[in-house]
DNA sequence: CGGTCACTTGATCGTCTTCAATACCAGTGG
DNA sequence: CCACTGGTATTGAAGACGATCAAGTGACCG
C-alpha cells in the first residue's frame, strides 16, 4: 500500500491501549487539565495524524472544522498576501495547541517541517469537553494569554528591531525553546531552513545569511552545520536583542 | 480640592445606584456573560478610575496587581526597549478588557490618549469571580482568541508589507472600529498622534505624513484636518491592503 | 556524474530613515 | 491685538539598511 506524501495521514492506534493516557504530549498541552478516569474518553475524541516535512495540515480561509495539538515534530504557522508574500507567524511544537479562532475560518496554515503527529478534535466535541472540564477551558486561556504576549514582543522584533536584534532575539529564543527552569541551551538544532527563520523574522534569505555569518565571525555564536547553532555567549545575545550596541 | 493631571483618578460612583448594571460599556465587554442578579458582587469588585491624556495606567514590567476593562476614551498600548524605540501593540477602547498575562508583572505599557475610564479589579477578585461564572470565562477566551489573530494579522503588516500598505490597512481597519455588522465609516476621526501611529505601523512620523499625502493626492482618501478622514474608496483601499499595486 | 536544493557571498538598488527647515494651531501673556 | 511658546504636522535633501539581482559553493540523490 503506497500512501501519498501531500496529505496528512491517519495513524491507527495500537489496539486495546489508551493513546491519550500515555501521550507523550499530554505534560506539556491541555490535556494535562482532564483526569486520567476520563482519558478514555478524550481518546475517543481525538484522531491521531502524522504529516510529513512540508505538507499542509490548516489552510488558512478554510472552514474551521478542527483543533490541533501537535504531540511530535516542529510545524511553523504561517500567513499569504495574495502575491506570495508569507509572515511566519510563530513554530509550534510538542504540546502546542492550535486553532482556537472563533472565527469560522482558519486565519493561518500550518506546514509541517519535519515529521509531525497530533491530535485533531472536532470544534463541537472539544466544546462538549470544555463544557465538562472547565479546568481544561482554564489552562485554554493561560495558554492564549501566553500566546498573545509572546505575540506582543513579536511586534516589538518586526516593528523596532534591526536585522542584527532580530536574529539576535531569534537565537536567544531558540536556545530558551522547551526549557523550563533550567539554562539555555548552548547548542541546539534548527529545523527550519534560512527562508523559514525570514518569513518569520520579516527578513530575506540573504539578511539572514550574512547577518548569522557576521555574528559567527565576531565569536558570539558558532554553526557547525547550517541546521546547528552553538551560543558562546548567551548574556551578549541577549543584550544584542534588546538594542544595546 | 486639586488634582494631580499626572496620575489615575478614582472616580465615586453615584451613590445609591449600581454602577455595572448601567455601564455603559457592559453589552461590549466581558461583563455581559454576568447576569443581572449578580452585577452588585461585580460592582463591589469594580473600583473605576478615570485617566487624563498622556496618563500612563500600566507600567511594563510593574507587579500585574490587576486587571482593566475599558469603559470609556481610548488607549494605546505599547512595549519599549531600553534605548527609546517604541512599538504601540494596540489601540483599545470601550469594552476591551486588559492584563490578561499569566506572568506576574505587565507585558506591556498602556497610556491614555483622551479622556480614559475603566474598571480596576483586583486579580485575585476576578479569579474568584470567573470560578463562579464559566460564562464569563467561556467569554474571556473567545476575546484572547479574537486577539490572537489580530495580532497575527499585525505580524504580517510588520513583517511584509509596505508602508503603503501597511496606511492602508491601518485606515480600513479604523474605518471598521467598533462597526459591527455594518458598513465601514466613511468619515472618523483619528484620536492618535502621527507618532502614535508610526509606533503603531513600525515606520515613522514623516513616512506616515508622507504616505497620507500621497494618498490624499491620489484620491482615495481625504484629510480636512489632521485628525480626520474621509475614505473616499473603501474598496481601492481594502486592495490596497493586500497588495494590489 | 548531472540535477536539485539550500546556503553563502558579492554588487547594486530602492524604500524608508534621518536630519533639517518650515508651517500650523492653540494657549498665554504683554 | 499680536508676539511668544510648545507641540504637532508637513515637506525637502541626504544617507543607510536591508532588498534585489546575480554568481558560486557544497550536500544529497537518483
Keep these: ?56 495540515f490548516i489552510d488558512e480561509g478554510e472552514p474551521a472544522a478542527s483543533f490541533f495539538n501537535i504531540t511530535r515534530g516542529t510545524a511553523k504557522l504561517f500567513k499569504l498576501l495574495p502575491d506570495g508574500r ?7 511544537t510538542v ?15 500550518a506546514e509541517a517541517i519535519d515529521n509531525v503527529r497530533y491530535c485533531r478534535f472536532s470544534r463541537a466535541r472539544l466544546r462538549s469537553l470544555l463544557d465538562d472540564f472547565p479546568l481544561m477551558e482554564k489552562r485554554l486561556l493561560e495558554v492564549a ?8 514582543e513579536q ?24 526549557v523550563i527552569c533550567q539554562h539555555p541551551r548552548e547548542r541546539f ?3 527550519m531552513t534560512r527562508g523559514d527563520i525570514a518569513d518569520y523574522l520579516g527578513l530575506t534569505i540573504e539578511t539572514v545569511s550574512r ?6 565571525a565576531e565569536g558570539l555564536i558558532d ?19 534588546d538594542g544595546a550596541s
Excluded at 494569554?145 to 505575540?151: C, H, T
Excluded at 552545520?225 to 536583542?241: D, G
Design 1 to 56: 500500500m503506497t500512501v501519498s506524501l501531500t496529505r496528512p495521514l491517519v495513524l491507527d492506534p495500537h489496539p486495546g491501549t489508551d493513546p491519550c493516557v500515555h501521550c507523550d504530549a499530554r505534560q506539556a498541552s491541555v490535556c494535562n487539565a482532564i483526569p486520567d478516569s476520563e482519558m478514555a474518553r478524550l481518546s475517543t475524541t481525538a484522531v491521531v495524524m502524522e504529516a510529513a516535512p512540508g505538507t499542509t
Design 86 to 92: 508569507r509572515q511566519i507567524t510563530g513554530f509550534v
Design 223 to 241: 554553526i557547525p552545520s547550517p541546521t546547528e547553532v552553538i551560543i558562546r555567549s548567551q548574556a551578549a545575545l541577549e543584550r544584542l536583542a
Design 189 to 191: 538544532a534548527l529545523p
Design 145 to 152: 494569554s501566553n500566546e498573545l504576549v509572546a505575540a506582543q
Design 211 to 216: 547577518t548569522l555569518t557576521k555574528l559567527r
Design 155 to 178: 511586534m516589538l522584533l518586526l516593528g523596532r528591531k534591526t536585522a542584527r536584534e532580530r536574529l539576535a532575539s531569534f537565537l536567544a529564543m531558540q536556545s530558551r525553546q522547551g
Design 95 to 109: 504540546g502546542h495547541f492550535l486553532g482556537l479562532a472563533v472565527s469560522d475560518t482558519y486565519a493561518f496554515s
